[in-house]
């Protein structure tokens, strides 16, 4: 049975509608992505779910004691106290109960009349009916569950813990129904993970706005696309979903070809005069009209963001070179010892948690800050446009076109001069959108005005910082295309393990032994990492024999015991090598991640484990027989 049912629901802020007839349904423990493009009705349509927002037509069915909670794209300015405090804010009416309750024993305390006694004892009845009573305890459940520290202020918290903060509180009432919009700005990879994997076990149904394709497979068991005031319903997952899409797309094209040609044939038959009058057909005149009405009633697909890079003259071959530097701030070191060279052409990304000095390294790396130690060189003819530097110049006061223009009429783009207002238009600013103040500007409109005033700057080395936030899938793909195709240097700053994996050819990684290079994306930093630390443990493992080696050898020839053991070696490494096999074919297969982590966990650790045994077991193996071998000849 069906938590929340949405019937014909409509929505207007204007023509054509936001929402037009939208029905669907949430389902028990489902996990539901929202996708579409920016300005689509997404955040909106989770306002409507909510009961925050009443649409302008159409019914919203809440089975009763459904509870929802919602999490909110923007982290409120306005938000002050403790953790603690905060998550209590998410109580709603059982908080303003659990006030009213203290408040009632504070007038008992102060007038210990009948009126006292009676109020206290109706708020303590009121809380007896709701198991008001264990709120305290809730409120700590979550709190330990999220590794959240109570009594910290709020204000003093990175973007990340804010975000956690903000979940905790949606969490606290443990709604039937859970709603989160863009869950993942903000938070650095591991978090991101973390979040991914306590969804996966919570137990409640989803519904999310994301741009995070990593995070969007991994969650979705439904996908509901936003289209020019339509939802088209796709079961399965994003693979699916884009095969569906494309063929939609596609059906779509083939029917409005068909319905204009159509059309024109019926305009030219209309217009051919008196003869044609003589011997009109009125029914194919009405049918005509409703022709006209539909066509002009008809919604096309928002454009594409049309994305150009204005390179210039190549720098030289040695962007940037670095010689044994750390960085130091205060008492705290961010990195130390760290040399490389980024050749022109190199697409750097950089990884690591929030506030362990990424934006720190990318300062020391184009010389706005000295290093504590060591020496930084820049290369030559480099054009540097920094994405980071934007977001401060952007005035929220000024229009959209007064913010990109500074007063020019044309800016260049790959060498041609083009009208701003065009300019603009390529990146989906309507002529009455250019106009408008970027303090209305959503969070994609924003990151597109971002993006637009870097491509009009003339580069050959590109440096961004988080430049995916709020942009949506498909301008995403484009941005991707852009960047993989630019031939000058890129150093990138993103927690959008997909977009890493599409952009960039190295990475330098904050990991616990320092600030590393890899070869390759994300991914391959991961595979990589887990290849070392296979290593390191075999080395390990190898001294350890090794050591065995020289003590057994000392010995003439096999004991009792070393006979036994040499006999039933075999059967154990063959043993061993089934199990790994097995685990190896579990690991391989992309459904098994979808079960519980804690049980991938568990299978990868008692993969190493086994490799240990049989490394051990080979090696045993290799020094008897060996031994054995000697004595014998």
């Known amino acids: 049975m069906s938590l929340i049912s949405l019937k014909s629901i409509e929505l207007n802020y204007g023509s054509p509608s936001l929402l037009y007839d939208i029905t669907l349904s949430i389902d028990a423990k489902e996990r539901i992505c929202l996708l579409g493009r920016n300005g689509a009705g997404k955040s909106s349509l989770l306002k409507i779910i909510q009961g925050d927002l009443l649409p302008d037509s159409g019914e919203v069915i809440v089975k009763n004691g459904i509870q929802i909670s919602r999490l909110e794209q923007e982290v409120p300015n306005n938000l002050n ?35 006292t006694y009676k109020k ?4 303590q009845q009121k809380l007896d009916s709701v198991g008001g009573w264990n709120i305290e305890q809730k409120v700590l459940k979550i709190l330990s569950r999220l590794n959240l520290n109570f009594n910290s202020e709020f204000s003093s918290l990175s973007g990340g813990i804010k975000r956690r903060v903000l979940l905790a509180r949606s969490l606290v009432l443990e709604p039937d129904v859970l709603l989160l919009d863009e869950p993942t700005n903000h938070l650095d990879i591991d978090s991101i993970e973390w979040l991914e994997e306590f969804l996966k076990t919570y137990n409640a149904s989803l519904v999310f706005i994301t741009h995070d394709r990593t995070f969007l497979k991994s969650l979705a068991t439904k996908i509901i696309e936003i289209d020019r005031g339509s939802v088209f319903i796709y079961e399965g997952d994003y693979k699916n979903y884009l095969l569906s899409r494309d063929k939609r797309w596609n059906d779509e094209k083939t029917e409005s070809e068909l319905f204009n040609k159509k059309l024109a044939k019926e305009e030219i038959w209309i ?24 066509y002009k009633a008809r919604r096309t697909h928002q454009g594409t963001v049309n994305i150009a890079l ?8 040695i962007v940037i070179e670095s010689n044994n530097v750390s960085v130091t701030i205060g008492e705290k070191c961010l990195f130390k010892d ?4 980024i050749e022109r052409g190199d697409k750097i990304g950089i990884i690591g948690s929030n506030g362990v000095g990424k934006t720190s390294l990318i300062k020391v790396l184009l010389g706005q800050i000295n290093p504590s130690k060591g020496h930084i060189t820049i290369g030559t003819r480099l054009q540097i446009a920094y994405f980071d530097q934007l977001r401060n110049t952007l005035n929220e006061n000024s229009t959209v076109l007064d913010n990109l223009s500074d007063g020019r ?29 970027v303090s209305a500007l959503s969070g994609g409109e924003k990151s597109r005005l971002l993006l637009a005033k870097l491509f009009a700057q003339k580069a050959n080395v590109l440096v961004m910082d988080e430049p995916t936030n709020d942009l949506d899938v498909e301008t995403l793909e484009l941005l991707e295309e852009r960047l993989q195709s630019f031939k000058g240097t890129l150093i990138l700053v993103s927690h959008d393990r997909y977009f890493l994996n599409q952009v960039i050819t190295r990475c330098f990684v904050f990991e616990e032994s320092g600030l590393n290079h890899y070869i390759g994306g994300y991914d391959d930093w991961i595979i990589q990492r887990l290849d070392e630390n296979k290593i390191t443990k075999r080395i390990n493992q190898s001294t350890k024999n090794t050591f065995n080696v020289k003590k057994i050898q000392v010995r003439t020839k096999l004991s009792y015991n070393e006979k036994r053991i040499l006999e039933s070696l075999p059967d154990k490494i063959s043993k061993i090598e089934k199990e790994v096999s097995d685990l190896n074919n579990k690991l391989s297969d992309p459904i098994f991640y979808k079960k519980n982590l804690e049980k991938v966990k568990l299978t990868k650790k008692k993969l190493i484990q086994l490799n240990i045994e049989l490394d051990k077991a080979y090696g045993e193996w290799e020094i008897l027989e060996s031994k054995m071998n000697k004595n014998n000849s």
């Open 271 to 294: 217009r051919q005069g008196i003869k044609a009058r003589r011997t009109r057909n009125e029914g194919r005149v009405r049918e005509l009209k409703k022709l006209r009405q539909k």
């Open 338 to 341: 760290f040399s490389c060279v």
């Open 310 to 317: 204005s390179e210039v003259k190549k720098s030289g071959k």
């Open 120 to 123: 206290l004892e109706k708020v």
């Open 81 to 115: 106290g403790t953790i603690y405090s905060i998550v209590f804010q998410g109580l709603d009416k059982l908080g303003m109960l659990i006030n009213e309750h203290k408040k009632a024993i504070q007038n008992l305390e102060k007038n210990q009349s009948g009126d």
């Open 409 to 437: 009429e044309f800016v260049e783009v790959q060498n041609s001069k083009k009208h701003v207002i065009g300019y603009l238009q390529d990146f989906l600013f309507s002529p009455e959108r250019i106009r408008t103040p």
